[in-house]
């Protein structure tokens, strides 16, 4: 067992020296720094195969839609009058003319589309589940059952639609159901009845964000560059905001290769780089991963409940099948972080070089998702499971003698008494949030 736990200590420190982001890993990579617009990255491919005698009979998951437009069209609106407005005073630069024609393109293409699937994020959800099959061929060429449900977003119920498509053309005979109720938002999406206690300190780091965001988000190198008098521009452009429109113009142009426009030479490689920081920061606070700040994850539990119940539902039923999420970055990333990945947890305060140890370009790109795949032995009560993020093997905090395996009835244990301690409170139904 001591070498075991040896083993196991150098396999994650070996993969905490390689998860550190670098400057020169965002230089060579630049589409790393959309964060998490960046397109979903190719797994490593390396699967270990499961202990001998051991078989996949059950994959439970849970996934972010694909590729999308800008949520709102209120980016585009803003800078189109911005660069009107400078047009009409002549104050705009050669340069600025350029990047007002190509905003025009683009807000022309995104018009009456905030929001939705790309053709690339219905290619991402295809891959997804064409190597799934290919991944797990005995366990899903079978007469199986795929249950599949999601948000009531068009761009995930969309993604849920392709991935399960694409399984059903690779194995006809699966039968697959579909839902997006909102029955089942409770757990599939943030479940905003559970009360997050207060912290103190949680104030303090939205004060320290914005300084940080206004020092590397100024905007002053984009008004410099866009008009022949910044100082009027200023009488009716707040730099600050401007910039942060037109960095998720930039990063947004990465979800929409046919269209061919790009804006990342408003920012250049420091710029970019200095957007993602700032972006990075922002959902490691938002959504409580920040050490000081509000425990937001705890609307996250549900999910994990759901995950732990329908398992071992599963198990007792002595049953295979294949159990489908589909929803957003905003429960992907939590997700991880209450499960314990080391992708998600190594995380802290200090803004400045949070991304050193933490990036939403590992955790959430487009098409994101979390996989608990299960394996039992015929004649062994032990089911195994292993965690897949992104479809790369990963960690949890549980002790294993086989890892990137673990013992399900230790995993499910750790879990069950993770949600105990936390002593979820509910508001009650009149003081529920909208």
């Given at each position: 067992?001591?070498?075991?736990?040896?083993?196991?200590t150098?396999?994650?420190?070996?993969?905490a020296?390689?998860?550190?982001?670098s400057?020169?890993?965002?230089?060579?990579?630049?589409?790393?720094?959309?964060?998490?617009?960046?397109?979903?990255?190719?797994?490593?491919?390396?699967?270990?195969?499961?202990?001998?005698?051991?078989?996949?009979?059950?994959?439970?998951?849970?996934?972010?839609?694909?590729?999308?437009?800008?949520?709102?069209d209120?980016a585009?609106?803003?800078?189109?009058?911005?660069?009107?407005?400078?047009?009409?005073?002549?104050?705009?630069?050669?340069y600025?003319?350029?990047?007002?024609?190509?905003?025009?393109?683009?807000?022309?293409?995104?018009?009456?589309?905030?929001g939705?699937?790309?053709?690339?994020?219905a290619?991402?959800?295809?891959?997804?589940?064409?190597?799934?099959?290919?991944?797990?061929?005995?366990?899903?060429?079978?007469?199986?059952?795929?249950?599949?449900?999601?948000?009531?977003?068009r761009?995930?119920?969309?993604?849920?639609?392709?991935?399960?498509?694409?399984?059903?053309?690779?194995?006809?005979?699966?039968?697959?159901?579909?839902?997006?109720?909102?029955?089942?938002?409770?757990?599939?999406?943030?479940?905003?009845?559970?009360?997050?206690?207060?912290?103190?300190?949680?104030?303090?780091?939205?004060?320290?964000?914005?300084?940080?965001?206004?020092?590397?988000?100024?905007g002053?190198?984009?008004?410099?560059?866009?008009?022949?008098?910044?100082?009027?521009?200023?009488?009716?452009?707040?730099?600050?905001?401007?910039?942060?429109?037109?960095?998720?113009?930039?990063?947004?142009?990465?979800?929409?290769?046919?269209?061919?426009?790009?804006?990342?030479?408003?920012?250049?490689?420091?710029?970019?780089?200095?957007?993602?920081?700032?972006?990075?920061?922002?959902?490691?606070?938002?959504?409580?991963?920040m050490?000081?700040?509000?425990?937001?994850?705890?609307?996250?539990?549900?999910?994990?409940?759901?995950?732990?119940?329908?398992?071992?539902?599963?198990?007792?039923?002595?049953?295979?099948?294949?159990?489908?999420?589909f929803?957003?970055?905003?429960?992907?990333?939590?997700?991880?972080?209450?499960?314990?990945?080391?992708?998600?947890?190594?995380?802290?305060?200090d803004?400045?070089?949070?991304?050193?140890?933490?990036?939403?370009?590992?955790?959430?790109?487009?098409?994101?998702?979390?996989?608990?795949?299960?394996?039992?032995?015929?004649?062994?009560?032990?089911?195994?499971?292993?965690?897949?993020?992104?479809?790369?093997?990963?960690?949890?905090?549980?002790k294993?003698?086989?890892?990137?395996?673990?013992?399900?009835?230790?995993?499910?244990?750790?879990?069950?008494?993770?949600?105990?301690?936390?002593?979820?409170?509910?508001?009650?139904?009149?003081?529920?949030?909208?």
């Amino acid at each position: 067992m001591k070498k075991t736990v040896l083993i196991l200590t150098g396999l994650l420190l070996a993969w905490a020296a390689g998860a550190q982001t670098s400057r020169e890993e965002l230089l060579s990579h630049m589409e790393l720094t959309a964060g998490n617009y960046a397109n979903y990255p190719a797994p490593t491919g390396h699967l270990t195969p499961a202990p001998e005698g051991y078989e996949a009979f059950y994959i439970s998951h849970y996934g972010r839609h694909g590729s999308r437009y800008m949520t709102s069209d209120k980016a585009y609106r803003r800078l189109r009058h911005q660069l009107d407005s400078a047009r009409a005073l002549g104050i705009l630069t050669p340069y600025g003319k350029d990047v007002r024609r190509r905003i025009k393109v683009a807000s022309a293409d995104a018009r009456d589309r905030a929001g939705e699937l790309t053709a690339l994020g219905a290619r991402q959800h295809q891959a997804i589940a064409r190597r799934m099959y290919d991944n797990y061929p005995a366990l899903l060429s079978q007469p199986l059952q795929v249950s599949a449900n999601s948000s009531d977003s068009r761009r995930v119920m969309l993604s849920m639609a392709y991935f399960v498509n694409e399984l059903k053309a690779l194995n006809p005979s699966l039968s697959v159901s579909m839902d997006a109720s909102q029955h089942d938002l409770y757990y599939i999406k943030s479940n905003k009845a559970i009360v997050v206690p207060p912290c103190p300190t949680d104030g303090m780091l939205y004060d320290k964000l914005e300084q940080f965001k206004h020092k590397l988000l100024s905007g002053e190198p984009q008004m410099q560059a866009l008009f022949t008098d910044p100082d009027k521009a200023r009488t009716f452009i707040n730099p600050c905001e401007m910039a942060e429109d037109l960095f998720k113009t930039a990063i947004d142009m990465y979800c929409l290769p046919e269209l061919g426009i790009r804006f990342d030479d408003l920012f250049g490689e420091k710029g970019m780089i200095d957007g993602f920081r700032v972006h990075n920061a922002s959902w490691c606070l938002w959504e409580g991963l920040m050490p000081g700040s509000e425990k937001s994850y705890y609307r996250i539990y549900p999910l994990l409940q759901n995950f732990l119940d329908e398992a071992d539902a599963m198990i007792a039923a002595g049953g295979k099948g294949i159990r489908l999420r589909f929803g957003h970055d905003s429960i992907v990333l939590p997700f991880t972080f209450v499960l314990g990945f080391p992708e998600a947890t190594n995380t802290t305060d200090d803004m400045e070089n949070l991304h050193k140890t933490f990036s939403i370009f590992r955790l959430i790109p487009m098409a994101a998702n979390v996989q608990l795949v299960f394996f039992r032995k015929d004649g062994s009560n032990d089911i195994l499971v292993k965690f897949l993020m992104n479809e790369n093997e990963t960690s949890v905090p549980v002790k294993t003698d086989c890892y990137p395996y673990y013992h399900w009835s230790d995993v499910s244990t750790y879990y069950r008494n993770l949600i105990e301690d936390a002593h979820l409170q509910y508001q009650t139904p009149e003081e529920d949030e909208d």
